[in-house]
């Protein structure tokens, strides 16, 4: 079965704590337990991971590469608008990385406009919460 990695980066294991009226209620536990049952509809296994630092995500980009993953998606948290480490790595892994979010980071201050996880993305799903990630799923599983 084809494994899809979704990586979570900084402060995302805070959610359901803060900000609910920005993030949700959900546990990033919730959503990826709603992921795995989605993933078994789908056919394909998932591997959820989090960390609060940034090359640990490029590390885990590369595992991804390594281990033939079908897809990345990426919720990069902040340095979605600061590392260009990241986007150098989803350039080089040749695996398709779809970014998400759960705001809409095109809404809200402008230093958050920038993406450049976006400029190596193949697509993104932003703004629609915790659904962010499963119709991100979804069109990971039709790559
Ligand atoms: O909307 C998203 O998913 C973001 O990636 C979330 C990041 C933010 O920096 C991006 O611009 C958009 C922040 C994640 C922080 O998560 C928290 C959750 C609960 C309480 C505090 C922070």
Do not use: C
């Given at each position: 079965m084809q494994?899809?990695?979704v ?5 995302l294991?805070?959610?359901?704590t803060?900000?609910?009226?920005i993030?949700g ?6 959503i990826a337990q709603?992921l ?5 509809g789908l056919?394909v296994e998932?591997?959820v991971r ?5 090359g ?6 590369h ?9 990345v998606l ?16 989803i350039?080089?892994?040749g ?9 809409d980071?095109?809404?809200r ?11 190596g993305?193949?697509?993104e799903v ?6 962010s ?11």
């Amino acid at each position: 079965m084809q494994t899809i990695f979704v990586l979570n980066g900084p402060n995302l294991n805070l959610l359901g704590t803060r900000e609910p009226e920005i993030y949700g209620s959900d546990t990033l536990d919730d959503i990826a337990q709603a992921l795995h049952e989605q993933a078994k509809g789908l056919g394909v296994e998932i591997d959820v991971r989090q960390t609060n630092h940034e090359g640990v995500l490029v590390d885990w980009l590369h595992e991804a590469r390594e281990v033939g993953a079908k897809a990345v998606l990426l919720n990069a948290g902040a340095y979605t608008h600061t590392s260009i480490a990241l986007l150098d790595a989803i350039k080089a892994i040749g695996v398709p990385v779809i970014e998400v979010h759960l705001s809409d980071p095109s809404k809200r201050e402008e230093f958050r406009h920038i993406s450049y996880v976006g400029m190596g993305a193949v697509d993104e799903v932003k703004g629609l919460g915790p659904r962010s990630y499963s119709v991100a799923l979804e069109k990971a599983a039709a790559l």
